[in-house]
């Protein structure tokens, strides 16, 4: 599969600058005695969407630095669909040993539950919710050549192409979701059109297949800059840094569009302490280095520090929150 790592030395490996090795023996108390025992196996890394998305791209900047902590490759592994629940449902039924994780965001946990009928677990209480890592926001693009001018110019946009459409990265997914909020509160009529994963909507973007296309910022900022893409709006109340030309959804006087799509690592319930506590501040360490905060910044991503107790509290308030939208799009 492409981006496996090799099996890696005990050591670290020489890409891995030496300040973050040192925090990741500080974070796995190395200086105490030896590393945690993980099972000598590959550890996946479950992501719930295409190769070439956000969350791939997330779980790919992660997988080598915590290979390394681990002692053990840590293998990408895409099980898209199904708003995110494929690959969820994998992870709860996998053993809580440690050797399957999941990089986890707003779809398969805080936006499943409302969208997918007789939901195939319980976000909170059937995942060990170990580290959050981040949030970026939503951003709306269009193709320049025939999708619409500006946010405000959507509901026209429609009613001069009656055939029009929205793109998204599946079924249930926060693009979904934010496409659909945006076609309730701003009367915009185009129909949805779910693909497996953010990449393979980006194609047809940017080949005129579909005018408009709704994802997590992170992997579109590069067609945003050279022009393949036209940015419309963010979903947050700040411009990005990444896209400083791209306008708020606040800005034309739609505050309540602003939505962030969070990324963590979960793993299935029941996970022993030890191996949470490890894991979270092996993540700390990984997130708090230079070169990961700039590629995260890089990505449009938000660092956000929280305990484990605290990411699973924040993941029940993400459902709360984001059960209004949902209900009142009737999503299913």
């Known amino acids: 599969m492409p981006g496996v790592p090799p099996k890696l030395p005990r050591r670290s490996p020489p890409t891995v600058p030496r300040r973050l090795m040192l925090g990741l023996a500080a974070a796995l108390g190395l200086a105490a005695g030896p590393a945690l025992a993980w099972p000598d196996k590959p550890v996946r890394l479950v992501v719930t969407f295409a190769a070439g998305g956000a969350s791939d791209i997330v779980a ?3 997988a080598e630095p915590l290979a390394m902590a681990l002692g053990q490759p840590v293998v990408a592994d895409n099980k898209p669909g199904a708003g995110g629940t494929i690959g969820g449902t994998e992870v709860v039924r996998s ?4 050797d399957t994780l999941m990089l986890s965001n707003s779809t398969p946990l805080s936006i499943g539950p409302w969208t997918v009928p007789k939901s195939p ?6 995942f060990s919710h170990i580290a959050m ?3 970026a926001p939503v951003v709306i693009l269009a193709n320049p050549k025939n999708g619409p001018a500006g946010l405000k110019e959507m509901p026209k946009f429609d009613a001069a192409n009656p055939v029009g459409s929205f793109g998204s990265g599946g079924p249930g997914s926060i ?13 915009f ?25 709704i994802d997590v910022i992170t992997a579109h900022v590069p067609m945003m800059k050279s022009g393949q893409l036209k940015g419309l709006a963010v979903t947050s109340r700040s411009r990005s840094p990444l ?3 791209v306008p708020t959804v606040v800005e034309p006087g ?4 602003v939505a962030e799509n969070d990324f963590g690592v979960s793993g299935p319930a029941g996970l022993p302490k030890d191996v949470v506590d490890k894991l979270a501040g092996a993540l700390a360490a990984i997130v708090a280095d230079p070169a990961v905060l700039k590629r995260f910044e890089e990505l449009g991503i938000t660092p956000l520090k929280m305990s484990s107790a605290q990411f699973g509290d924040d993941v029940a308030k993400q459902i709360a929150d984001w059960a209004p939208a949902i209900k009142a799009a009737d999503l299913k």
């Open 121 to 126: 677990y319980d976000p909170v209480k059937q």
């Open 243 to 245: 896209a400083p030309d």
């Open 133 to 135: 890592l981040g949030v």
């Open 60 to 62: 790919r900047t992660m």
């Open 254 to 257: 739609q505050p309540q569009l």
């Open 189 to 213: 009529g185009m129909t949805h059109i779910p693909y497996k994963g953010g990449a393979p909507m980006t194609t047809d973007l940017i080949a005129g297949t579909i005018p408009v296309g």
């Open 175 to 187: 693009g979904h979701i934010v496409g659909e909020m945006v076609k309730h509160e701003m009367k």
């Open 95 to 98: 053993a809580p040993d440690g």
